[in-house]
């Protein structure tokens, strides 16, 4: 099972960025998928989440009304829109795939390898 991130990169503060993740190794479209992210020093937070339907989806204030996370077809891919970055957005993003929908990381099992997001002001 192999989870791959990409899309991360150094933007200015009010830019975009396009995340995305391909899970493989396995039928990934009954699972719930979500991204988190880490900053250095912090714990792993949750920043979107979308279950397997991709018709329900669920984002912490922080990120509400700028990200936007989406199911691709085939289901095993997730995508993850950021709009109107802003310094504290910069941190590790990891996507993750697990069987509840949930915001607790200890919930998912399966995780990425990681894609640094860094935004400058």
């Known amino acids: 099972v192999q989870l791959q991130a990409s899309g991360g990169g150094l933007v200015q503060a009010g830019g975009s960025l396009r995340l995305s993740c391909a899970a493989s190794?396995?039928?990934?479209?009954?699972?719930?998928m979500g991204w988190f992210r880490q900053a250095p020093g912090k714990e792993r937070d949750v920043v979107a989440v979308?279950?397997?339907?991709?018709?329900?989806?669920s984002y912490p204030d922080s990120v509400k009304g700028r990200f936007t996370i989406s199911r691709g077809y085939p289901k095993n891919t997730v995508f993850f829109q950021m709009n109107s970055l802003k310094p504290e957005d910069t941190a590790v993003y990891y996507c993750?795939?697990?069987?509840?929908?949930?915001?607790?990381?200890?919930?998912?099992?399966?995780w990425g390898q990681g894609t640094q997001v860094t935004v400058s002001s």
């Open positions: 993750a795939v697990g069987p509840s929908f949930s915001w607790r990381p200890s919930t998912y099992n399966y």
């Open positions: 190794g396995r039928d990934f479209s009954n699972f719930v």
């Open positions: 979308i279950n397997r339907s991709g018709g329900s989806t």
